[in-house]
Structures are given as structure tokens and as C-alpha cells.
């Protein structure tokens, strides 16, 4: 089956630019996941869509992240106005369900977006 | 609160040495326990897993075991090889409600023919 599909796989900007990144999930999987991983760090959960609901974007700081899912596939990740230390990689994963611990529902991540802000 | 911690890396071993990376977690109830693997210029890819105390997760020569008297799940392989550098992150999904994969930093396995 395809993996998750995620881009750009670069971009650099200026602070206080904008940014998007996409990601289409696996098919038929019900939920998407944003992660950012910040160099030397292991990867944080920004935003968990269940099909196009948001079920946790508890640590999404939402006065410069947006993310939506339209019709439950495809999603998109903005970044307005981006800061220095949003510097790091934005990985989307997706799963069939919300309960990761099933053997049917494990995590497939993308191979990630890189973001520098200058 | 839910957390992970991995020793820090980078680990550099010759081929065929025994590896052991430590991870320990805190975590309220009882989660359930992963080993992922990164490799250069790729996702995160799932390694292996633990549901509940005592079971052993293994894969591709790779096995941990779930330890609950001392919140451990330490990897271990008995012979690396060059293909096996890579970073590895142990994680945890906390037992009830919708999963939220809690990552540890990280370890960078480097080998060394």
C-alpha cells in the first residue's frame, strides 16, 4: 500500500513568512496526526483529527498554527506568522483508528517536512 | 504526568556488538509501550511493541520487554549490523481515551564495519 505523503520535504523562510504543509493519509485510514519534532527532540503531538473532527489540539499554539482536514483524507498544516523556533520537522502519521495500542491501529508516519525560519 | 526518557546517544558500536538502549517511562496506569525507528531521510517507522506487563515485543533480531516493577522497555539486539544506524525513540500511549503517542528524545545508534 502507499505511505503517508507529505510535502514539501524543505522549505526555508524568513520569520514572520507563512507556511503550509500537506499530507495525504493512507487510505481508509480514519485518523491523522501532526507531529513537530524539534532537533534533539522526540516528536510532539500538535493535532489529531478522527476522519475530519479535531479530537486533541491541546498543544497546537493556536495563535500561529492552523490545521484542517477537509472531507477526512487529505490535511494541511499553516504556520502564520512562523518564529525562529518553529525551526524542526512536521511529521503526519495516520492510523485506521484512535487507539493505537490495537495491532490494527499503529501509527504510519510520513517522511516528514523540513522547516527553517530564518 | 505521562513521560519518557532514553539514554542519550549517539551509541557507536563495531558490527556484530550487543547493543542495550535504556528507556523508562512514568506513566499513570498501565500504557502501552513502542520502539520506533527512524533512518536517514525517512519516517518514523514502528519496530516493535508491548501491550501489558511481561510481554516482549521483538523484531528483525530487535526485542524489549516490558518491565512494570522497574517502568522499564530497554532495547536490545544481540549482534548489530551497519543497516541498523539509525535514531530510536521509545514511546508510550497512555492506557483509556484516544491515543496520544508520548515520545522520548531519541537515541542515535551508529555502527561501524
Known amino acids: 500500500e502507499a505511505g503517508v505523503a507529505q510535502s514539501p520535504r524543505y522549505k526555508i523562510i524568513e520569520k514572520r513568512q507563512s507556511v503550509a504543509f500537506w499530507c495525504n493519509p493512507i487510505s481508509g485510514h480514519a485518523t491523522l496526526y501532526w507531529y513537530q519534532q524539534i532537533l534533539g527532540q522526540g516528536p510532539k503531538l500538535l493535532i489529531q483529527f478522527q476522519n475530519n473532527g479535531v479530537v486533541d489540539d491541546s498543544q497546537l499554539p493556536k495563535d500561529r498554527f492552523s490545521a484542517e482536514r477537509l472531507k477526512g483524507v487529505d490535511s494541511t498544516l499553516k504556520i502564520q506568522p512562523a518564529k525562529l523556533e518553529d525551526s524542526a520537522v512536521y511529521l503526519c502519521?495516520?492510523?485506521?483508528?484512535?487507539?493505537?495500542?490495537?495491532?490494527?491501529?499503529?501509527?504510519?508516519f510520513g517522511a516528514g517536512s523540513r522547516l527553517t525560519v530564518l | 504526568g505521562n513521560s519518557v526518557t532514553q539514554m542519550e546517544g549517539p551509541v557507536t558500536l563495531s558490527e556484530e556488538a550487543f547493543l542495550t538502549i535504556n528507556c523508562t517511562y512514568t506513566?499513570?496506569?498501565?500504557?502501552?509501550l513502542f520502539w520506533y525507528v527512524q533512518y536517514p531521510g525517512e519516517g518514523l517507522q514502528l519496530l516493535l511493541k508491548a501491550t501489558k506487563a511481561d510481554d516482549k515485543g521483538s523484531n528483525k533480531g530487535f526485542e524489549a520487554t516490558y518491565r512494570k516493577e522497574t517502568t522499564s522497555f530497554h532495547l536490545e539486539k544481540g549482534s548489530v549490523q551497519v543497516s541498523d544506524s539509525a535514531v530510536y525513540f521509545c514511546a508510550l500511549h497512555p492506557r483509556g481515551g484516544y491515543n496520544k503517542l508520548i515520545f522520548g528524545a531519541g537515541t542515535r545508534l551508529a555502527v561501524h564495519p
Open positions: 506513566a499513570t496506569g498501565y500504557p502501552s
Open positions: 502519521a495516520s492510523s485506521l483508528g484512535g487507539q493505537v495500542s490495537s495491532g490494527a491501529n499503529v501509527l504510519t
